[in-house]
């Protein structure tokens, strides 16, 4: 198995850089193939916007999803993109490590989906849910949170962590992808774990690597999440039944 | 009434960007003094990281939130995020004006949300949800998107509106705003209006100048979403009844 991991947190020493190494060592002692991509690290710029393209599709007004065709299909999408579309096509399983920012992922990992998901060249109107394009790879969205995991309970304090992850999860469902249950870190103070001390980081982090190593072992016995398709939705685009989305 | 509209779209002619000159000449038709923050065009960094911070809290392990409370109680933090707050702090309302990516708002404003919602600064662990530092103040979230109105419902090909934007309504809950309900510009057709033509575009505003003016008459009389708060959640943080997140 292909493994992409999808980091976006700017301290190198962080409780996420040390989950994301003990995912990688995991991974890689299960003997998959394991690739990283450290957005701060590489100085990925999350913003989309009219420079990344030239030429313009239109240079007097700059529509980003007409831009993304238009670049995708001339071949002149920016190096960094892709250079991430092929790390996706690459990879059976892209797994995501981020610290919860304001009930969301960084900015920076926000940005990544913004530029990344490149309409056209990743999806079109019948190519999309159900039927994306990453249709067979699995996703798996690991985050730490500051407040404790009992918070982010149904009506918790910190909010349902399915609620803070549905955009997100949704968007992976968007492009295709099966989307495996999430992996939450609590209590990790909001700031990594500078002011938390090395023996309860050692602490975590053994933790971490005992629910990394059951994860791997039950990996293909997980229930993904579901998440209406084409056969739940009417012509235009309605529910024709109950369907929850969150 | 002072009122603070957040716009967050990088074409200066975008659907978006006329949204906001609505609202402005409207608002301020009806007497309000009207103040908008152009991300874009300001040319804000969205991207949470040690280059922000001089002198740093630990200059050998970045954590925002530490960085975040040095720099707020040392008053070096950044003039881009300083104006920010100042801009919320005149402000009785606040509009956020911006399409919708990926099930969420562009990383130019969720990085506004990452660096200007200051630790310690605007709040603590007791100061926050309904206790929180902009009590009195309103929200108000205005998106636009590509799929029409009628996909966003409940189990929706676009997604549940309220799904979609729970994140951002719950971190302005976190800081205290009296949150409205949103306003849906559905069938931009995902690029701003270039592809649209004149004459939609003229009959997409005509629609928006009438909704807004609908919202600006009635806005005392909006009943502002809902969301646990302190009497809701035990001392874990945990809901003491059946409140739902989203």
Same mark, same amino acid.
Request: net charge negative.
């Given at each position: 198995m292909h493994v992409l991991i999808v980091h976006a947190h700017?301290?190198? #020493?962080s409780f996420n850089a040390a989950l994301t190494d003990v995912a990688t060592e995991m991974l890689r002692q299960a003997g998959h193939a394991v690739e990283v991509s450290d957005l701060y690290r590489s100085g990925f710029d999350p913003v989309e916007g009219?420079? $990344? /393209?030239?030429?313009?599709?239109d240079p007097h007004r700059f529509a980003a999803l007409a831009e993304q065709r238009q670049a995708g299909q001339a071949g002149t999408l920016p190096s960094a993109v892709t250079a991430e579309i092929a790390r996706l096509e690459r990879a059976d399983l892209v797994i995501f490590q981020f610290p919860v920012w304001w009930h969301a992922p960084p900015a920076m990992l926000k940005g990544w989906l913004d530029r990344v998901f490149v309409s056209g060249r990743l999806y079109t109107s019948t190519k999309r /849910?159900?039927? &994306?394009?990453?249709?067979?790879k699995r996703a798996l969205v690991s985050v730490t949170a @500051?407040?404790?995991? &009992? #918070?982010?309970?149904?009506?918790g304090r910190g909010g349902d962590l399915g609620a803070i992850l549905w955009p997100l999860h949704y968007s992976l469902h968007y492009m295709g992808f099966t989307v495996l249950p999430p992996a939450l870190a609590g209590?990790?103070? @909001? $700031?990594?774990y500078t002011y938390q001390g090395a023996e309860a980081l050692a602490g975590h982090l053994e933790e971490r690597k005992r629910v990394w190593a059951e994860r791997l072992h039950r990996l293909d016995g997980d229930v993904p999440l579901r998440f209406p398709g084409w056969? *739940?939705? *009417?012509a235009a685009g309605r529910s024709v039944a109950a369907a929850a989305t969150c």
């Open positions: 700017p301290e190198p #020493t009219p420079d $990344h /393209y030239a030429p313009r599709a /849910y159900d039927r &994306g394009h990453f249709r067979g @500051g407040a404790p995991a &009992g #918070t982010f309970g149904r009506g209590g990790i103070q @909001g $700031h990594g056969d *739940d939705w *009417d």
